[in-house]
């Protein structure tokens, strides 16, 4: 898995970081934040599911307030079940732990200096998965998951400086992520953005 991402990032850095040469043009940064999630269709509910995002971005800019951002990076998926007792002690009744790779191209309009609107379509690749049912790992010839996710975002960045920005983000997937079941990946991240001067 740690393989997979390395090459991609390596790859993605390589291919379009030179284009900071191009300053007035593009611009680009660093990601890091936290999402939560859950799995439409395995009769679970709630963004449970605590995940990390972790990867870079570069932007094209197309516009005094409008550019096209192209990403790369990690995000843990998934959704979780836990059972309370009156003793309050918990049981995890149900966990699904998914690990993509995420490649979004999103649209960005900034409303004002200190906030932007945004919107695109993310693609995916699912790099592992594990699915636990009442504290038992379930064999991979139980459940079969589709390697590619499409899921359309809408996100909202809020400026603390000009190169540190807040970024919270939804996503649905169009598709089912499950060949042999119907579910869909549900997906509300925040996450810490800066861009490089």
Known sequence: MKNIFSKSLILFVFA????????Q??????????????????????????????GVYVDVNLGKRSSVDLELYYAGKGAVLNESFTDGTTYQVFKTSLRYIEF???????IT??????????????????????GFVSSPDDYTMNNFDFAPMIQ???????????????????????????WYNSNLSISLRYKLK
């Open 16 to 23: 379009v970081f030179p284009l900071f040469s191009f300053s």
């Open 113 to 134: 200096d200190k906030f932007s609107f945004g919107f695109g379509p993310a693609f995916s690749y699912l790099i592992s998965s594990k699915l636990i049912i009442n």
């Open 156 to 182: 909202s960045d809020f400026y603390l400086t000009d190169n540190i920005l807040i970024n919270v983000r939804y996503s649905h997937s169009s598709f089912s992520i499950r060949a042999d079941d119907v």
């Open 104 to 110: 979004p191209i999103m649209y960005d309009f900034k």
């Open 25 to 54: 043009i593009f611009g680009g940064g660093f990601i890091f934040g936290v999402c939560g999630s859950q799995v439409d269709g395995d009769e679970q509910s709630g963004f449970k599911r605590p995940g990390i995002l972790s």
